[in-house]
């Protein structure tokens, strides 16, 4: 029977690899492995403002992400179920809602509503106003000019066409 040759075995000692005890390096000290978790614990630490100011919502941002998903649930809401439905305003109360799509939502503190107009009609003085979605995909002409206390103007219109809402910044 034919045998391979051997390679040969080096040791950690010829390789020059010992530690000052004369054993094989283990992986990470203690020191080394807290000094690492020290480090992610101040960079979590400081940039944790950061990360909640992004995400949370307020101002302008609340306000903008209500209206576009109560514009697009009552559309969805209208195609699915076949039948007219209405995007509701309270501008007195500075609130919306689409009765069982949508639930009811209000502008934040500092934000005013300048203009509020359907069919061409003002309503910011108005108990309600409503803008009717219908099935076809189609809207009423609606337009809203919102402001906040920072001097953002936004301007939030629908294409009476698809009923698909339509963001301006104007200032």
Known sequence: MKT??????HTAKQNGRL???GALPS???????????????????LGLPSFVHAFKREGMRKAEKDLLDACRDAR????????????????????????GAFPQATFPEDITIDILGVNFLQY?????????????????????????????????SLDTVTALTVVEIVR
Do not use: C, W
Request: glycine share 4%; net charge negative.
């Open 4 to 9: 391979l040759p051997q390679r040969p075995v």
């Open 19 to 21: 530690n000052a005890r």
């Open 27 to 45: 992986a990470f000290t203690l020191i080394e492995i807290m000094i690492v978790v020290a480090i992610i614990g101040l960079t979590f630490t």
């Open 76 to 99: 969805a809401e209208a195609i699915m179920k076949d039948q007219p439905v209405d995007l509701v305003f309270h501008p007195l109360d500075r609130s919306f809602e689409v009765p």
């Open 124 to 156: 910011e003085q108005a108990d309600v106003a409503r803008v009717r979605f219908y099935p076809t995909g189609t809207s009423d002409e609606f337009t809203i000019l919102l402001h906040s206390a920072a001097g953002e103007y936004r301007k939030y």
